[in-house]
């Protein structure tokens, strides 16, 4: 509420009246303003309020000091709000019904409705941004008679138009940043029930956590691709989202983890299964067997032949199993040397 100054509550030179609505109380944040119901008015260039019963109590606010504005529902006892976040209060302000505030936001408080209306065409005007058209020497009319409006010397016009431009720049800038901040604050909570999604269609499919160790623990990111946007439906899911979201599994404390192979196979695991239970498991069935192909050893587990090899390689790797490569295919043995 320090951002609004007095005002007499007619409109400036250039400044048109887009729409006005009674019933309408102020709320310093979360605080009832010390002012009465009140009608509240949106121009091209400002917000203004006057009370009802006294219409001599204006005040108002530009709209280039607004940053961003949200609808609050109404519920039960409670009216439609609209919460306005704004710039802080500039250091020369004209006096106004509060000096300081500890927030940094006010509400419009809808005790006859009208606020739907009310959100459409602000939102209208700070798209159009119609206040930045009109020089900042424009004349403003303040009396009667031939001088009245007349316009400042040229030199002090001039100094004012690149401040105005500056402040302008600046004001952009600092919009602009809020709204890379809400996108990247809104993505950061997509990729968090996001991942929370996956896991949960992962911990559907593969059901009981035993059988998942017995085929070891683990499922291709291709099969994740897969079945995630089978369940999706028309929602498709992007291979990159999908791995950024993977990646914040162990971040989110969930029981799953995302595994890139040294051949650039990736894996969602479960982060029970150790890399040592894997290893020793190859070991086993190899050893069982007496040698043994990816193939071979996917069927044993129900793995894909991907992930058998992958693991196969990974014992290898560690020195537990050795290889014959020949024109007969890749087979695995135990390392007896």
């Known amino acids: 509420m320090d951002r609004f100054v007095w005002t007499n509550g007619l409109l400036e030179m250039n400044e048109t009246l887009v729409i006005q609505q009674r ?38 606010i530009p709209l280039s000091q607004v940053i961003f504005f949200e609808e609050q529902a109404a519920g039960i006892g409670k009216s439609a709000k609209i919460v306005i976040h704004l710039y802080p209060s500039p250091e020369n302000k004209e006096a ?9 936001y006010i509400k419009l408080s809808f005790k006859e409705h009208g606020q739907i209306e009310f959100f459409r065409r602000l939102t209208e005007e700070m798209t159009q941004k119609r206040w930045e058209n009109t020089p900042v020497s424009q004349p403003i009319p303040t009396g009667t008679g031939p001088k009245a409006g ?3 010397a040229v030199g002090i016009v001039g100094i004012e138009r690149k401040l105005e431009e500056k402040r ?10 809020f709204v890379d901040l809400s996108q990247l604050m809104e993505k950061a909570k997509e990729m968090v029930e996001l991942s929370r999604s996956i896991a949960n269609k992962i911990k559907d499919k593969q059901g009981d956590i035993t059988e998942d160790e017995e085929r070891g623990g683990m499922m291709a990111l291709t099969e994740v691709y897969c079945l995630v946007n089978r369940a999706r439906g028309m929602e498709l899911l992007s291979p990159e989202d999908l791995v950024n979201a993977c990646k914040m599994f162990e971040s989110l404390k969930l029981p799953l983890r995302l595994r890139i192979f040294d051949s650039g196979v990736m894996v969602v695991q479960l982060q029970s299964h150790s890399e040592e239970e894997m290893i020793a498991s190859a070991l086993d069935n190899v050893s069982d067997k007496g040698s043994l192909t990816a193939e071979e050893f996917a069927k044993l587990l129900g793995l894909s032949v991907l992930l058998a090899k992958e693991r196969l390689l990974l014992a290898e790797k560690m020195g537990h199993l050795c290889r014959d490569d020949s024109v007969e295919g890749l087979r695995f043995y135990p390392n007896l040397f």
Do not use: F, M
């Open 23 to 60: 019933g309408v109380r102020l709320y310093d944040g979360e605080d009832k303003a010390k002012l009465d119901v009140g009608a509240i008015l949106l121009s091209t260039h400002r917000l203004l309020w006057r009370d009802q019963k006294n219409h001599e109590c204006c005040i108002c």
């Open 168 to 177: 302008k720049e600046t004001d952009k800038n600092i919009s602009e940043a």
């Open 150 to 152: 007349k316009t400042r």
């Open 96 to 104: 106004g019904p509060y000096q300081q505030s500890k927030y940094s």
